[in-house]
């Protein structure tokens, strides 16, 4: 078998064509390939080339700009963790948490007798970056206490979540006016700033003593009332939604207290 060695082969005009040195073919030019078959392993030092596929399933190709390489897909974009506060306290900011969604509600006022019910606290919202932040206060506001026929109800606390969210209790029952129903309580501070529900007012249906709701908070509606009942709103205050206002009491029943204000926080990384 014959060999011909030549340094290089070029097209008629001399200007395409490859040149060979110690094994190596560099094309002169642009190489255009139709098809492309390689019988062997790709390497060199070229960002062009992939990187090895080998152990890499369910990855993506990513790039800094200078270099390929395979990256990790991450789970979808919702909270690591959750932590909700009924009393206050201080959150400590989990590993690997980069920013949280805090929701922020208000104590509940408390119920008279007669209809007068107490009004809701109220609700704000944030999204904070706590990348440098460890630790928050979280302050939630407390229940204000049932009373009995036409007297003045305790007010609602505040609860805030450091200096992001604030929100107002809602008024106990009288508060604003004698036999008049509460006003829910005002939000401020947050992105995301929600009133409480209102409660009732002074009724009669029939000659018979009515009953009144205690307002509704962001999180759902007030205790029961019942028209002949003893005590029914107090005795089940704990079964209406963090920040709503107490009921009210039968005739000149003691009406039930609100319900304490509630902070969630949502953690993300």
């Known amino acids: 078998m014959s060999t011909l060695?030549?340094?290089?082969?070029?097209?008629?005009?001399?200007?395409?064509?490859?040149?060979?040195s110690s094994g190596s073919i560099t094309a002169n030019g642009t190489l255009t390939v139709s098809n492309l078959q390689i019988n062997g392993n790709i390497?060199?030092?070229?960002g062009q080339i992939v990187p090895s596929?080998?152990?890499q399933s369910g990855k993506y190709l990513t790039t800094d700009g200078t270099n390929l390489s395979w990256g990790t897909l991450e789970a979808g974009g919702g909270p690591i963790s959750i932590n909700s506060y009924n009393n206050s306290t201080t959150w400590n900011k989990p590993s690997g948490v980069k920013r949280i969604w805090v929701k922020c509600t208000g104590g509940g006022g408390g119920g008279s007798g007669y209809g007068e019910s107490g009004g809701a606290g109220a609700h704000t919202e944030q999204i904070i970056d706590v990348a440098n932040i460890n630790s928050i206060n979280v302050n939630v506001g407390g229940a204000g206490n049932g009373v009995g026929y036409s007297?003045?109800?305790?007010?609602?606390?505040?609860?805030?979540?450091?200096?992001?969210?604030?929100?107002?209790?809602?008024?106990?029952?009288?508060?604003?006016?004698?036999?008049?129903?509460?006003?829910?309580?005002?939000?401020?501070?947050?992105?995301v700033q929600v009133y409480g529900g209102s409660g009732d007012g002074h009724k009669n249906g029939n000659g018979q003593?009515?009953?009144?709701?205690?307002?509704?908070?962001?999180?759902?509606?007030?205790?029961?009332?019942?028209?002949?009942?003893?005590?029914?709103?107090?005795?089940?205050?704990n079964h209406a939604a963090w920040?709503?206002?107490g009921s009210s009491g039968r005739n000149s029943e003691r009406g039930g207290n609100g319900r304490?204000?509630?902070?969630?926080?949502?953690?993300?990384?």
Do not use: E
């Not at 390497?43 to 070229?46: R, V």
């Not at 505040?158 to 006016?177: D, H, L, P, V």
């Not at 205690?214 to 005795?235: R, V």
């Not at 969630?264 to 990384?269: C, K, R």
């Open 43 to 46: 390497t060199g030092s070229s």
């Open 260 to 269: 304490q204000g509630y902070i969630v926080v949502y953690n993300f990384n």
């Open 243 to 245: 920040g709503a206002g």
């Open 53 to 55: 596929q080998s152990g």
């Open 5 to 20: 060695k030549v340094a290089s082969v070029k097209d008629l005009a001399g200007q395409g064509g490859f040149s060979f």
């Open 209 to 237: 003593p009515g009953m009144g709701f205690g307002g509704s908070s962001f999180w759902g509606g007030a205790a029961p009332t019942a028209h002949y009942q003893q005590q029914w709103a107090q005795n089940h205050r």
């Open 151 to 191: 007297g003045r109800a305790g007010n609602g606390g505040n609860s805030s979540f450091g200096n992001y969210c604030s929100s107002g209790g809602g008024q106990g029952a009288n508060r604003q006016r004698q036999h008049n129903g509460a006003l829910g309580g005002s939000p401020s501070q947050g992105a």
